[in-house]
């Protein structure tokens, strides 16, 4: 069963970093292309960040450029977006889902979404 579990979300202060982890089971996580997508309150879900089975990025939003990054540990068929200098427009539930073919930020082209995580930036 094709399943991505989302973690690693939480309240921090602008300015701050958290680090979500992205665990894929049924299929291995190296094989696809590895979206990252956010949804804010009220707003359409958005396409964060891609990352290929060949370790390639793929930015879709000017504003996490420099801020976010992404990486896999094979192992752990997980991969982590690391997010720092946190502002309240990253507020948002975060997700990752999965691509069997070249990065997109078309969600439709995407399968097996996780259930998100909560990532609230606030003072």
């Known amino acids: 069963q094709v399943q991505l579990v989302e973690s690693g979300g939480g309240l921090v202060q602008p300015g701050g970093s958290l680090k979500l982890s992205c665990a894929a089971s049924?299929?291995?996580?190296?094989?696809?292309?590895i979206g990252w997508f956010r949804q804010a309150p009220g707003k359409e879900r958005e396409g964060v960040l891609c990352?290929?089975?060949?370790?390639?990025?793929?930015y879709y939003l000017d504003s996490v450029k420099g801020r976010f990054t992404i990486s896999r540990d094979n192992a752990k068929n997980t991969v982590y977006l690391q997010m720092n200098s946190l502002n309240t427009e990253d507020t948002a539930v975060y997700y990752c889902?999965?691509?069997?073919?070249?990065?997109?930020?078309?969600?439709?082209?995407?399968?097996?979404w996780g259930q998100g995580t909560q990532v609230t930036v606030s003072s």
């Open positions: 990352f290929t089975s060949r370790g390639a990025i793929f």
């Open positions: 889902a999965r691509r069997s073919g070249f990065c997109t930020d078309e969600r439709q082209w995407y399968d097996g």
């Open positions: 049924g299929f291995t996580l190296a094989d696809y292309a």
